[in-house]
T-cell receptor, first 112, second 113 residues
């Protein structure tokens, strides 16, 4: 069974731009969660989608948004990028509401 | 969600058994205890989960005392490749926490030759 895939793996953007990251969950998994990891703040939960609906959301500004498609693939979007958005963005999938999540390799976003 | 406390770092040598203890004094009745491992520039990997007593899989063992206020992740005969950050997470599967893992600072384990 293929693991969680994320594209792109690396991205460099300029402050003020917007970016879209993609995540393909493990086949059969319906829940997709997104996390931001930085050296200063560690791993922080962004939001979770299940059957195309956002079920949970972390404490991030509205510039961070996401969606999930009928095939469970998910995208997250960050608008008006700030330097502080530079981070490793991780996507994780699970079959349902489970503490056993499978993480992808992440997208390394650098904002200059 | 219960707050967890674990050592910031630990050192060990190859072939030794490593025990990482996590304190979670405010654990709730419905909470499970889960451990993840993360290598640099990779996503975390689920290691083990338990509710009470002892759980063992091919990678590790998890010991949970009767009061459940702490837990110990045991890694038998570590190797250099076990050098990673280990996170202890505590929480339930209720609707308010759906899909949400709360990671603390974790324990950086350094295995030396």
């Amino acid at each position: 069974k293929a693991g969680v895939t994320q594209t792109p793996r690396y991205l460099i953007k300029t402050r003020g731009q917007q970016v879209t990251l993609s995540c393909s969950p493990i086949s059969g998994h319906r829940s997709v969660s997104w996390y931001q990891q930085t050296p200063g703040q560690g791993l922080q939960f962004l939001f979770e989608y299940f059957s195309e609906t956002q079920r949970n959301k972390g404490n991030f500004p509205g510039r961070f948004s996401g969606r999930q498609f009928s095939n469970s693939r998910s995208e997250m979007n960050v608008s008006t990028l700030e330097l502080g958005d530079s981070a490793l963005y991780l996507c994780a999938s699970s079959y349902d509401n489970s503490y056993e999540q499978y993480f992808g390799p992440g997208t390394r976003l650098t904002v200059t | 969600l219960a707050k967890t406390t674990q050592p910031i770092s630990m050192d060990s040598y190859e072939g030794q058994e490593v025990n990482i203890t996590c304190s979670h004094n405010n654990i709730a009745t419905n909470d499970y205890i889960t451990w993840y491992q993360q290598f640099p520039s990779q996503g975390p990997r689920f290691i083990i989960q338990g509710y009470k007593t002892k759980v063992t899989n091919e990678v590790a063992s998890l010991f949970i005392p009767a009061d459940r206020k702490s837990s110990t992740l045991s890694l038998p005969r570590v190797s250099l490749s076990d050098t990673a950050v280990y996170y202890c997470l505590v929480g339930d599967h209720g609707s308010s926490n759906t899909g949400k893992l709360i990671f603390g600072q974790g324990t950086t384990l350094q295995v030396k030759p």
